[in-house]
């Protein structure tokens, strides 16, 4: 109750109240006491109801008159007694109302009290954010281009109030609150039967560290997405069956070694997991020889480490040199100045990788190196989306978004559970491997990331496949491929990963017989997801895609035809 908008009303409008019904009743009172004469000229008094009803319209200064005889003067004095003193008593109510409706505590109650309403009348899945900065963003946009209701929570009131003006495809109910408080997260519907994961993507790790932790105790059945900054931080979260840890510095600094040491590798990797508007990266190889490294943050060191681990020569440009493992041969400066970066070799290198915490300086550090030595391969930290405009100005080889890094693991996770098991996998293979299976992708998705979707063989959810497995009817992977309208033609989707009891199998033969409990994973254009989901609840379409006829279902109806055995 003590957060209930009602109780901050009543408990605001104490006083005004008291003396609006003090007022009324001293009126009313005094009227049954005042002497008055009826129409006959016979002694007369108002009763107690006569007397509030005078009152009622005097107070309101609706003004009917004197009812139901003409008053006396006593009446009448002590009905302008009553006008002023009702008047006044109002006026004193309206003020307080009206400075209460102005109140930012009471306003807060008002908005909490509705955000709590939005939150208990979803009735689908929905997903909970917690943290409204870039990567936040990105999530609640492609979540509700997925038609996933989302809530919103973060501290910040400014950047709850910009969502607010927002057009999404799906409801978004935000609140301006802390999300650290397991009350607050309650609130926000993460223990709702809705709720199909929370996301703990704010800036701060241990806030993160305890949103994840309150849901994996107070909802086991919750999925848990989270960022986390620091190893440690990670490795504690982690240890409690978080089911995604994304560390951005990790992430970005395995994507450059992937470009490095696998350039096929990384364009898959890179485009399948950079949110929803991704393009394939066509970026030239970062070359071997002499690198400079100007920032030692925490993915400047990273990187150092990396690239020193795979054999290449790192000079790093760093102005504070309290920081540590910084190496001894460092060069003291912040890398915009021309001076510093000769003095770190920029003649000889052979790329430069900009990674201090300021979008201004990275930029200058690029411009100025290129100036220098215009063949370098270009590598650019972008610490916040605000700079993107200009970052792609400058045209970087390669850019190193964190937001969009945390943004897009996490939604190629929630795609489906097969999809990290996929890139484990396809990882593993040759990059000629990886280039012809990106090359019939392609095909099929050219603007963004193909869509992936997930079929389970079972009684539940492919009624008509599982009809057909049962009455001993041999279904290949190829017919989950083939248009159900014209089976000669092949819809737009490629089969990545069949799972079943005996193990994975990656990019299966298409002539591979399906069973009962497999699980397969598809990736292509969205159109063709629909056109499976279709096939799969109806016999009709699934024996038209592998007959190219129909398959008539009554009994009388097989027999007059001779449809009863496909095979």
């Known amino acids: 109750m003590g957060g209930s908008f009602i109780f901050v009303f009543f408990r605001r409008m104490r006083v005004p109240l008291v003396v609006l019904i003090s007022a009324y009743a001293i009126a009313t009172v005094g009227f049954t006491f005042m002497p008055g004469v009826d129409d006959e000229g016979n002694p007369w008094q108002l009763s107690l109801f006569e007397a509030f009803y005078v009152v009622s319209y005097t107070g309101s200064t609706i003004g009917f008159g004197e009812v139901p005889y003409e008053f006396s003067p006593a009446q009448r004095l002590w009905t302008m007694v009553s006008i002023y003193l009702t008047v006044i008593a109002w006026l004193f109510s309206i003020g307080t109302i009206i400075s209460l409706l102005q109140d930012p505590a009471f306003r807060r109650s008002l908005q909490r009290a509705r955000f709590r309403r939005a939150v208990r009348a979803i009735n689908e899945p929905f997903y909970l954010v917690c943290g409204y900065g870039d990567t936040g963003r990105l999530l609640t946009r492609a979540l509700t281009e997925r038609r996933h209701p989302v809530v919103v929570v973060d501290h910040n009131t400014d950047k709850i109030d910009a969502l607010s003006v927002q057009d999404f495809k799906m409801p978004v109910a935000a609140f301006a609150m802390d999300a650290r408080p397991p009350d607050n997260l309650v609130e926000s519907g993460m223990r709702s039967r809705w709720c199909m994961g929370v996301m703990a993507v704010t800036g701060d790790d241990r806030a993160n560290l305890k949103i994840a932790v309150a849901t994996r105790l107070l909802n086991k059945r919750c999925a848990v997405h989270a960022r986390a900054d620091l190893p440690e931080v990670a490795d504690n979260m982690l240890s409690f069956d978080t089911e995604d840890v994304v560390n951005p510095v990790t992430e970005y600094v395995y994507r450059m070694r992937l470009a490095i040491e696998r350039p096929a590798a990384f364009r898959l990797y890179h485009w399948l997991q950079s949110g929803p508007h991704a393009r394939i990266p066509d970026i030239r190889r970062p070359p071997r020889g002499p690198w400079i490294l100007a920032g030692f943050g925490r993915l400047g060191k990273a990187m150092h480490a990396m690239l020193v681990e795979i054999g290449i020569e790192v000079t790093v440009i760093e102005e504070d040199d309290t920081l540590a493992g910084l190496?001894?041969?460092?060069?003291?400066?912040?890398?915009?100045?021309?001076?510093?970066?000769?003095?770190?070799?920029?003649?000889?290198?052979?790329?430069?990788?900009?990674?201090?915490?300021?979008?201004?300086?990275?930029?200058?550090?690029?411009?100025?190196?290129?100036?220098?030595?215009?063949?370098?391969?270009?590598?650019?930290?972008?610490?916040?989306?605000?700079?993107?405009?200009?970052?792609?100005?400058?045209?970087?080889?390669?850019?190193?978004?964190?937001?969009?890094?945390?943004?897009?693991?996490?939604?190629?996770?929630?795609?489906?559970?097969?999809?990290?098991?996929?890139?484990?996998?396809?990882?593993?293979?040759?990059?000629?491997?990886?280039?012809?299976?990106?090359?019939?992708?392609?095909?099929?998705?050219?603007?963004?990331?193909?869509?992936?979707?997930?079929?389970?063989?079972?009684?539940?959810?492919?009624?008509?496949?599982?009809?057909?497995?049962?009455?001993?009817?041999?279904?290949?992977?190829?017919?989950?491929?083939?248009?159900?309208?014209?089976?000669?033609?092949?819809?737009?989707?490629?089969?990545?990963?069949?799972?079943?009891?005996?193990?994975?199998?990656?990019?299966?033969?298409?002539?591979?017989?399906?069973?009962?409990?497999?699980?397969?994973?598809?990736?292509?254009?969205?159109?063709?997801?629909?056109?499976?989901?279709?096939?799969?609840?109806?016999?009709?379409?699934?024996?038209?895609?592998?007959t190219g006829r129909d398959i008539h279902q009554g009994w009388l109806w097989q027999r007059l035809t001779g449809t009863r055995d496909l095979r």
């Open 327 to 546: 190496p001894s041969n460092f060069v003291r400066g912040r890398g915009t100045q021309a001076e510093t970066l000769r003095e770190a070799g920029i003649d000889r290198a052979v790329g430069i990788l900009a990674t201090t915490r300021d979008d201004v300086d990275n930029l200058s550090i690029l411009i100025t190196a290129r100036t220098l030595h215009a063949d370098l391969f270009t590598g650019v930290l972008e610490n916040g989306l605000s700079s993107h405009s200009m970052v792609r100005a400058a045209e970087p080889d390669l850019v190193a978004q964190p937001s969009t890094v945390i943004a897009g693991t996490i939604l190629s996770r929630l795609r489906s559970p097969l999809v990290q098991p996929f890139i484990e996998r396809i990882l593993e293979c040759d990059d000629e491997a990886i280039d012809a299976l990106l090359d019939r992708l392609s095909v099929h998705c050219r603007e963004a990331p193909p869509d992936f979707l997930t079929l389970r063989i079972s009684e539940r959810r492919s009624p008509a496949l599982v009809s057909l497995i049962e009455r001993g009817i041999e279904v290949p992977i190829s017919a989950l491929v083939r248009n159900p309208v014209d089976n000669e033609r092949r819809l737009p989707v490629e089969v990545l990963l069949l799972r079943r009891d005996s193990g994975d199998i990656l990019t299966p033969d298409e002539n591979t017989k399906l069973m009962v409990g497999d699980r397969i994973l598809m990736a292509g254009h969205p159109r063709a997801g629909r056109r499976l989901r279709a096939m799969l609840d109806n016999e009709n379409i699934l024996g038209r895609t592998l």
